[in-house]
């Protein structure tokens, strides 16, 4: 064991400003030294819906979350127990993932019917009037008597408590929220910030301390400072660190943060960003952009990356210096589950497109990765004229980690091979046949120079052509610039071992799935006696030599992934013929946990099958059928229908 | 629009040395060599010049050009020059394409692209076909006519271009004929020196697929009298004096939507909307988003300081 | 529009029983009780009805009613109502979506599918923004307004949806007020009734992200009358008479511009445009391609003798 | 050697009508019993750019064209010298491609620069003054002097040689050529028999006989009737068959001429074809109609089929009994070849769509195949409720072909598990999960129930859920139905062995190739002694399992196909494992000849590379490069700067 952790959770409806509370909380943390991991988990919905945040507090770097709850926030009713009330119930409540020992914050008047639920489970049940605190706090300032109006005060309220009950000093709460409220903000401030005093001094009078609790504080250097942030802003600060001049985008979760993250920071760094009429349109115009000299890029999804693959083909049939293609994969297919996790769109970036392109897939696995990967898709969509396409998710788009700042000081900017003037003109051919296949690049409004593009298959000076001789020349022109990436790119840019390159059993996977194994092995196998972990950050063209030379060195390999299909393992077995032994996955929507990882390990360990199926914390099938569904629906008969949450509606409605 | 460099330029620098392989007697000759004429008369050096086409046989005019040419994608014309202006807001970047091209596949992004006003030209060749997918109707073509190519006649109404290209913004709005060469190229130089995004709609032959709409037809060699008509000839305004008077604007716009629609027998070609307000770029130059120095030259993007977006997650 | 079968069907026929998920006071609320009043009005049997919506706060519509429902893609709205209603044009087929939906994302297919003129109905929910993805500019947002979701004031100009559906082809082009239900379903009762393609455009509060267009602003609450104007109520005669006459529809076209940019004090709701010609599937029938029975259930489709195509080719 | 066949092609600016006269002759050669099987090559133009046409005329049933040419009918200079008057010239005329006892019909002027270029070569130049014939026609016709105005007609000229020069009769070209002109056209047609027989009767007169010549009429019984067709048609026929209601399409080429098709023939047939305004319009509304009752298509190539993959999502997604979508494939990337052959699109066809979908890809691989396999795909569509796409490309297509009229006996109709409405009303539900992972479908319209449908994730009922048990069992409901299919489809309609299942060497192959290799192995290995073919006909799901017992039992395995990066042996390898030995492939945007695929298969007999790369008649590489384009600058410096192809300008401009 590395060293101890806590997990907490807060849920409330959507709309609520959950994220808020828990936000702060988990900057408190931070400052106070400990290594905090956030991860929240809503509805596509605005207000209403079930949505929660869950925090995991640890002396070591932690980087995913437990499936087991160690004090639990409830700010509604279905926080706790469900939805029961759906005609087809989505989940059973957080009550029933509460650790023994741990404790449950809610309203007074909900804790029968949760007694009711815990049956004889040891849980630490403390009520908490929120509204009261917050109505105490809104009389003294003046509001008192508008608690209703002000449910998302709630959230501190509970934040408050919660920090009461883990025993951590109150002031860097303070602190924190206050840095949230500048000038005239000040006063809402001071009321949040005794909302949320009210709430922590109820907590360490009315409540005994959990049998879970942060572990005492690790001693960081005060050079070991952290930043707390989240993934798109780890995109977002790389692009306008790497001189990004065009980034386009047309809204979508969960891309769209990062876009209106950058737009924050448009006017202050001479960055465009334009807002499109949809995604055929925000590729082509980067597309473009790069066309026209600047770094370009442009965020999406699933559905819009579907409309995509005419802007990509373009680029890399024109050899464009880019696009950067940040595709932050959510759950498909189609609009599937738009605020909900998955690594489902391997496959669909690798051959987007009619024809054989030259392209690169990049898939980092952590926040820093964002950062470093993001910079270098600059570089290399300059250097090797082709669109790069970022592999994010979910789950790193709102992860919210501590990690050290950034180490910007080995980062260079390299625009790849331009056109000279001094070369005069006539001789400029914009796709010159080389012996690297790359050909120098002017820019449209460059003198000594013009040059023609199409998108139709053209000679070395840019006109159409259909040519024999041409077609095969140019086309290995293009494609053979994938064969220079591999021999450019170091493989430490390429994959990470984690532990020792003959170890027995190798877990291999890719994406933000790294965080939940690492965790896991750190936890299963600490010092990688008998267990690696490969990950695969760049994807395409893929470092299918090193992977075959270390996958057999394996006497057993799990592939993680967070997809039906184990696209990885497809790859893997495209490009080095093997088969690994067990295809560890998950499709639920959500993100790997570091519990379902040791599971995942453990059935391997005893002999299971080629297909593990995580979900919800432990190991479901290959099959999970009818039964786990009808299983929720009879919880519903049992406990009766519940109260939807309340939507008032305008006064003139019958509904 | 980019700033006059070289001087005495001639229509033979914007020509380039590519065999063009439009039919004989295609319109598009027309169009491009009006095109020619325009940027010679507004001396604008080549290397300046950026034209952005869509694909069709009208996507083939950047390779005829003498200037920076993109043959970019069917129906992205918009989305193409919005890219490249926004990179390069110095170059006079004219977009061309066909009518299926600009109103068909390309619809969306003519009408979202035509609210943004970024100084751009946009010439769309309007022959009321497909052509170089070989004669199906464009949305061009009117209820119940058929030409040669086409098996049925089209029972769809026919979008007007005019009347689509004000209801989505853009701030000059014209119409050309493809064979009068001389006018063609008097309205793209408006259209070029217009500050804003300018639509001009043309009207061009297609002998090889469209027998409706021939030059015999539009010069009324089968008749006493030719089928256009020049607005400049008739005491039509075009102009809206004062953009901050909606009022006006709206009745601009209505005049302007009657023009173009009026009884057939004479169809108006000129200029029949013009407004300046400011453009997309002069926006982002308020705001600061933009410099000076286009973005594609700005060397300070790649010094970016980052430090405080850093201190301020701590 | 599908004839009437089931006597004596009310509003609560058309409720589902899902629970409604739009934020409290959303506009969207009016907007599908005043679609179940209007059907009710109607006495259209719940499955002889389809609604059709796009991707956003207002794709979730179909959910809410008790008819068929598709709730599609993100501003594929017309493309879908397209198709069903070529499957089975026997089918009440009425097409609803966010503002973003229909004249961003889906302009193409909007422009497009006008012209067509299949007999639909289309409701355009205008929030002027992109509600589900929390609030960013739609194309109906005016120049240099900012809702409390945006960072910056827009820079573009707005679209008016009015004029953009009359370049379009639409032959019903109306404006309704979310929040005045009764009205709202006259107009939709109105829609459904015309024949061929009607657009709504439905000034929709979204009390989440838009903070300029609430309803107080629209029923002027905050001065001493309604920003808002029930054109029935004025002299205005939006029908075109005489569907021939080329000129009385450009008239009626500009009229209608001109109304729907009226000095905005006072908004107009109600019915701009309104003509009747053919449908398109009165011409599929007249050319014999649909017969009465529609596609979906004609089973001759299955017996087709295709012998003769063979013999030519010997 | 199965019999013998004799080459013949006609070459002339595109838009002056060769592919009429070829197909007069086509038509002609099959009503004497011959077999033919004919092939186009155009440019990507209208007016004036080098076309060409060539038959293959046999005793046998011949299914591919050959390199070389025994006659050559040249309507203009570009055919026979090629286009050096480009800066960048695509090609060196077809003179170099007859063979030597073969001959070439030209244009008097044409024969000494013919000859220069010639050398020593012994071919047969048949000088003849076509435009003389055309007057001639003319004024008969009472149309003199108009000669130029109608070079069309030189096709008919050069054809009404070509016959003579073939020594067979001229009665059934005559029958041929009228048959085109019915009523009040009757006249034209007599001018055109007549400038035809012209031909005829001067190439009889003028000229001997050439060394090839086709072979003696086989004795086709009187039942073996043939038609001639081309893959369009054949899928075009196959969907009126099938009871297709709706037709999307949006114009693209190849793809356009089945649509057309079919638009000629919707009023009498009652099927509605749309013209979209663009391809995500097509299919969108193509899903909607099946969604609507009908069977539902729609027809596209590479560059429309980038704009259908959230169309595809959605039909998957709900569960829509199709469309049927058919990618007719053509030279990529992005624009790349409008009008010319590639199979490239394998990967994307497999792969498009964010997150895991289940639907079908099919690729016949002749013209029958394209009728059966378009007829089955309704069938599945419904059955399973999933999108089919149909892989076809430029060569199946435009392919002309002699073959026995279809036998439609066989062919039924399965609409799949529909709604019974004795079930009542309160229990239907659209997406119920049951046994097979089908749920009976309802139709909208239909009385005793309604149903919802979404294309985010969803309940039995089809209401929007997030639900994490729900989720599970509904992906696996939607994916599974992929097993189904693999067990129900009868191994016949998955693939094709042709020869023993142990011969030593193995060629593997899809789609389109299909021809030319069944013609090369006839050459090669006449019965199959050491080669085998097999055919994937189903692509997906991938019949692996036999797949893999097949080519384990092969020694050497060739895998034939028609783009740059060999998908079809990468699908392999994902599937199976196996690396095929010999990667065989073309990708200059032209169909595989019999002499390629001998010659591929030499090559590997005499122990080539993995990469063996086919172009122009032999193998060319793995590389092909820069040298043999300038070879051809080289050419063009040599024999002078040729005239362009006249392009008449409208009177008024400057060029
Ligand atoms: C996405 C896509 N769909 C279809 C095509 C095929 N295509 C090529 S040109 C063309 C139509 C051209 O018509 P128009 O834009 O009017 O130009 P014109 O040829 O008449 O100048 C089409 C549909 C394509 N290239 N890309
Ligand atoms: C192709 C695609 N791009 C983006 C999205 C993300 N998206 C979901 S809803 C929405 C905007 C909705 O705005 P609007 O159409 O105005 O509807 P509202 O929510 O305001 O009712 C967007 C962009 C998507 N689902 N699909
Ligand atoms: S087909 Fe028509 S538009 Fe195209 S080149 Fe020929 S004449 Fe011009
Ligand atoms: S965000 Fe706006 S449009 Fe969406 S449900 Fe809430 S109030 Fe309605
Ligand atoms: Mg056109
Ligand atoms: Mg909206």
Redesign the pocket.
């Known amino acids: 064991m590395p060293g101890a952790s806590f997990s907490w959770m807060i849920g409330g409806p959507q709309g609520s400003g959950i994220n808020l509370g828990a936000e702060i909380l988990a900057k408190a943390l931070s400052r106070l030294g400990y290594s905090v991991f956030g991860n929240i988990e809503y509805h596509s919905n605005i207000k209403g819906k079930h949505s929660y945040y869950r925090l995991r507090v640890a002396d070591f770097s932690v980087r995913s979350h437990l499936d087991e709850v160690h004090l639990l926030a409830a700010l509604d009713e279905e926080t706790l127990l469900g939805d029961l009330y759906h005609e087809f119930p989505a989940h059973r409540g957080h009550v029933e993932r509460v650790a023994a020992g741990g404790g449950i914050l809610l309203e007074p008047e909900m804790v029968e019917r949760v007694k009711e639920r815990l049956g004889n489970r040891e849980v630490k049940l403390c009520p908490i009037p929120y509204s009261e605190m917050v109505g105490k706090a809104l009389t003294q300032a003046g509001k008192g008597g508008q608690a209703h109006e002000y449910r998302i005060m709630n959230n501190t309220a509970a934040l408050g408590a919660s920090a009461g009950l883990m025993g951590i000093p109150f002031e860097p709460v303070a602190e924190v929220i206050m840095s949230g409220f500048g000038g005239k903000a000040r006063r809402v401030g001071e009321t949040n910030v005794n909302c949320a005093r009210f709430g922590y001094e109820y907590a360490q009078k009315e409540f005994k301390g959990l049998a879970f609790r942060p572990t005492p504080r690790p001693q960081r250097a005060s050079s070991d400072k952290q930043i707390m942030l989240k993934g798109y802003q780890a995109v977002g600060m790389a692009k306008l660190r790497a001189g990004c001049g065009v980034q386009t985008y047309?809204?979508?979760?969960p891309a769209t943060d990062e876009s209106v993250y950058l737009e924050e920071h448009q006017n202050k760094y001479n960055l465009v960003v334009l807002q499109t009429e949809?995604?055929v349109s925000a590729v082509d115009a980067a597309v473009m952009a790069a066309h026209g000299g600047v770094r370009a890029a442009t965020s999406t999804s699933g559905?819009?990356f579907?409309?995509m693959p005419e802007g990509l083909g373009f680029a890399a049939m024109t050899e464009a210096p880019g696009p950067v293609v940040c595709l932050y994969q959510r759950g498909g297919p189609s609009?599937g589950l738009?605020t909900r996790h998955e690594q489902g769109d391997l496959r669909f970036a690798l051959h987007a497109g009619q024809g054989d392109i030259p392209r690169m897939v990049l898939a980092p696995g952590d926040l820093s990765e964002c950062f470093y990967d993001t910079f270098d898709a600059f570089n290399y969509a300059d250097r090797y004229q082709l669109p790069v396409i970022l592999l994010l998710d979910k789950h790193l788009a709102t992860q919210y980690g501590s990690l050290p700042a950034f180490d910007m000081s080995g980062l260079r900017i390299d625009r790849g091979e331009l056109f000279d003037p001094a070369q005069g003109n006539g001789d400029y051919y914009r796709y010159r046949f080389t012996q690297s296949g790359i050909s120098p690049r002017a820019i449209p409004g460059q003198e000594g120079t013009i040059f023609w593009t199409t998108s139709d298959e053209h000679d070395q000076v840019g006109h159409i052509t259909e040519g024999i001789g041409n077609r095969l020349t140019m086309m290995s022109k293009r494609m053979k610039k994938m064969a220079l990436v591999e021999a450019e790119i170091p493989e430490t840019k390429k994959l990470t071992l984690v532990g020792r390159d003959d170890a027995p059993v190798l877990v291999l996977s890719w994406g933000s799935t790294k965080g939940a194994i690492l965790d896991a092995l750190a936890r299963f196998d600490p010092d990688h006696k008998r267990t690696s972990f490969l990950q695969i950050r760049l994807l395409h063209p893929f470092p299918a030599q090193r992977v075959a030379w270390l996958l057999k060195r394996a006497a057993k390999v799990l592939c993680v992934e967070s997809n039906y299909s184990c696209q990885l393992a497809s790859l893997v077995r495209e490009k080095t013929g093997i088969e690994v032994h067990h295809r560890v996955h998950k499709y639920d929507g959500h993100p790997f946990s570091e519990d379902e990882i040791v599971a995942g390990l453990e059935a391997a360990q005893q002999g299971a099958g080629e297909e593990i199926l995580l979900s919800e914390g432990k190991v479901v099938g290959p099959t999970y059928g009818r039964e786990q569904v009808e299983a929720l629906v009879e919880l519903r008969e049992k406990f009766g229908r519940m109260a939807p949450p309340l939507v008032p509606l305008p006064p003139g409605y019958n509904r | 629009m980019a700033t006059v460099t070289a001087p005495s330029l001639t229509v033979k620098d914007f020509k380039s040395e590519v065999h063009n392989d439009w039919c004989p007697g295609c319109g598009d000759f027309g169009i491009v060599t009006a095109l020619q004429m325009a940027l010679a008369k507004l001396q604008l050096a080549p290397h300046q010049v950026v034209v952005v086409s869509g694909i069709g046989c009208s996507g083939k005019t950047p390779h005829y050009m003498h200037t920076y040419g993109f043959h970019t994608l069917h129906g992205r014309v918009m989305p193409s020059v919005t890219g490249l202006k926004l990179a390069n807001h110095k170059l006079t970047v004219i977009g061309v394409g066909g009518d299926g091209d600009a109103y068909g596949i390309g619809a969306g992004h003519f009408v979202n692209g035509g609210r943004r006003n970024l100084d751009i030209t946009y010439l769309v060749f309007n022959n009321d076909v497909y052509a170089l997918t070989k004669g199906q109707a464009s949305p061009t073509i009117k209820k119940g006519m058929k030409t040669k190519s086409m098996s049925e006649a089209s029972i769809m109404e026919a979008l007007n271009p005019v009347a689509l290209g004000l209801a989505c913004g853009y701030t000059f709005v014209a119409r050309g004929y493809a064979l009068d060469v001389k006018h063609l190229a008097e309205l793209i130089a408006q259209g070029i020196r217009h500050r804003g995004s300018a639509l001009i709609d043309i009207f061009q032959t297609c002998p090889t697929y469209n027998d409706l709409h021939t030059k015999t037809w539009y010069e009324g060699k089968d008749k006493s009298q030719s089928r256009l008509l020049k607005l400049e000839e008739t005491d039509y305004d075009p102009v809206v004096h004062h953009p901050s008077d909606s009022g006006e604007v709206s009745r601009k716009k209505a005049q302007a939507l009657l023009k173009s629609e009026e009884d057939s027998e004479r169809l108006p070609i000129g200029v029949f909307f013009k407004m300046e307000v400011p453009t997309y770029e002069e926006y982002l130059r308020q705001k600061g988003v933009l410099s000076e120095e286009p973005q594609a030259t700005l060397d300070t993007i790649f010094r970016r300081d980052i430090q405080p977006l850093l201190d301020a997650l701590a």
Chains 1, 4 share one sequence.
């Open positions: 047309y809204p979508i979760s949809d995604e559905p819009g579907a409309l609009t738009p």
